[in-house]
């Protein structure tokens, strides 16, 4: 199989194909492609595969085309052919298959691939047909093609805004996933991760994981989008929070017990195309409220969000702990409201500044957050940038300081000492700090382990995007004893 093909004189159009033909030829972009399903057959104890590419060939139509092969001639397919090529399909047949769904709902069939929009399906077997990247020198040929990746073959009529599915009803765990159509801009991509799954003929083997906040003008607190593909994966370390939008075809959606709300996930049938083209109104007015919405800090540190700290002046409300958490989380709560203020009177009982996560980096590229022990960002993008055109340090440092406050109700476990609040109580910034000898750090510590403080907090409630309670000093005063017992005796 050579690695890249060339255009052969008797290609046709994917309208052209008919259930008859056993040596159809075409030239066509990859928008979608499968896993590689690998199995062992029976009848000559050898491990074949089979995997799926959805093609396209004009603004109106797309196909699927399985390849079937043995498990090293899957492989090389999918380690060679990626979402976005323009590639030669050179002897394949066609296959009848059951008319689209005219319904709008995805038949059983559907839901593991992409729907077609002809009543026909392509066939590769090995020794018979093959697959291969076009000829990069074909430009005419190359550029209208790469252009479909952008250009929706399904109008924007279908698609629903995210609050009319992210409600939750009574019973919605129990009810099983849908396929929708939606429109939305990419709010936060969160780093990759990676996780074993056990399966029963192969063992356990590594899957990569992507988690994305997307929203739209209908729901600016954004909804969980889920990538677990590849080449997805691979292709969303581009995407920019804020800007980059997607118009998402057959995304499932389904009600998750951690969020404890709808969430979205890429599913073998799911279309998803970058940047839509031509900008329709609702694209216009979506990137519009994109450009303006504050965007909100969904990643695991969400308490170093300090952009928009209320004034310590203007935070009078004494509380103890015991209430802070009633508010916050218990019977107290006040749903109308995400956040509230609070002036508490206690003791500093730890003082994490010695921990790992006492310093936070921000990527200067990606404006990622990145946990101190690490070294450099997973985003590709950063690594290419950095690689070629960016001088100086790759990072910023801030502290993330983990503190605890104890009064006579309980300890506030919580709290994060973060940003320049920070710098300005500590008295240096974190550039500064990490160059300090061990000595002053711990003097640094003890000036404030076992104090007692008038601390002023910004307490931000646990939501479906962020599942933890986020507690953040805004200002702190050391304060003696006897004015501690005051304030605790008048209130």
């Known amino acids: ?70 498990q090293a001639c899957v492989e090389e397919y999918n380690a ?25 709902g995805l038949s059983e069939h559907q839901r593991y691939q992409p729907r077609s929009t002809l009543p026909c399906a392509l066939v590769v077997n090995e020794g018979y047909g ?44 129990l009810r099983p996933a849908v396929f929708i159509d939606l429109l939305v801009v990419v709010a936060a991509v969160r780093p990759v991760r990676e996780l074993k799954r056990k399966v029963a003929r192969n063992g356990n083997y590594l899957m990569h994981c992507l988690e994305l906040v997307v929203i739209d003008a209908s729901c600016p607190d954004g909804m969980m989008f889920t990538l677990w593909h590849a080449d997805w994966i691979r292709r969303a370390q581009y995407w920019q929070p804020g800007k980059t939008m997607l118009h ?12 404890a709300c709808p969430v ?5 049938c799911t279309l998803i195309y970058e940047n839509p083209l031509p900008k329709s109104p609702d694209c216009q007015a979506l990137l519009a409220f994109a450009a303006t919405a504050p965007l909100k800090t969904y990643d695991l540190f969400a308490q ?18 015991q209430q802070i958490y009633a508010r916050a989380e218990g019977e107290l709560q006040d749903t109308t409201s995400e956040h509230f203020t609070a002036v508490l009177y206690a003791m500093v009982s730890k003082f994490d500044i010695d921990g790992l996560t006492n310093c936070i980096n921000k990527n200067k590229s990606c404006l990622r ?21 960016f001088s100086g340090a790759r990072f910023e440092y801030f502290f993330n300081i983990n503190i605890q406050l104890s009064d006579q109700t309980g300890t506030l476990m919580e709290s994060r000492l973060s940003g320049g609040v920070a ?11 990490q160059r300090l000898l061990e000595r002053r750090k711990t003097e640094l510590k003890w000036r404030f382990l076992l104090k007692y403080f008038e601390v002023k907090l910004l307490v931000k409630k646990p939501t479906a995007m962020r599942k933890n309670l986020t507690v953040i000093v805004v200002d702190m005063e050391l304060i003696q004893l006897e004015q501690l017992i005051q304030k605790m005796t008048t209130f």
Not at 16 to 24: A, E, V
Not at 423 to 433: I, Q
Request: net charge negative.
């Open 423 to 433: 710098d300005h109580l500590l008295g240096l910034n974190a550039d500064a700090f």
């Open 1 to 70: 199989m050579s690695e890249v093909g060339y255009r052969t004189r008797n290609t046709l159009r994917l309208v052209d194909m008919q259930p008859t033909m056993t040596s159809f030829s075409t030239v066509a972009l990859i928008i979608a492609k499968s896993e590689p399903n690998i199995f062992l057959d029976k009848l000559n104890s050898e491990k074949r595969g089979v995997i799926n590419f959805t093609l396209r060939d004009s603004k109106r139509h797309i196909v699927n085309c399985k390849c079937w092969g043995i």
């Open 369 to 389: 957050l990145i946990p101190n022990n690490r070294n450099d960002c997973d985003n590709e993008h950063c690594v290419l940038q950095f690689s070629m055109d």
């Open 80 to 104: 060679m052919l990626q979402i976005g090529d323009v590639v030669d399909v050179v002897g394949a047949k066609v296959m009848a298959i059951t008319a689209p769904n005219s319904s709008g």
């Open 130 to 173: 093959y697959v291969v990247k076009h000829n990069s020198d074909d430009v005419a040929t190359l550029q209208p093609l790469r252009q479909l990746m952008h250009q929706p073959h399904k109008s924007m009529s279908t698609v629903l805004k995210l609050s009319d599915v992210r409600c939750t009803a009574p019973g919605a765990e």
């Open 248 to 259: 998402l075809i057959d995304v499932r959606i389904s009600h998750s017990q951690y969020y």
């Open 264 to 268: 979205l996930s890429h599913a073998s």
């Open 304 to 321: 170093t969000d300090l952009d928009n700290l209320p004034a310590a002046e203007q935070i009078q409300t004494q509380m103890t702990v």
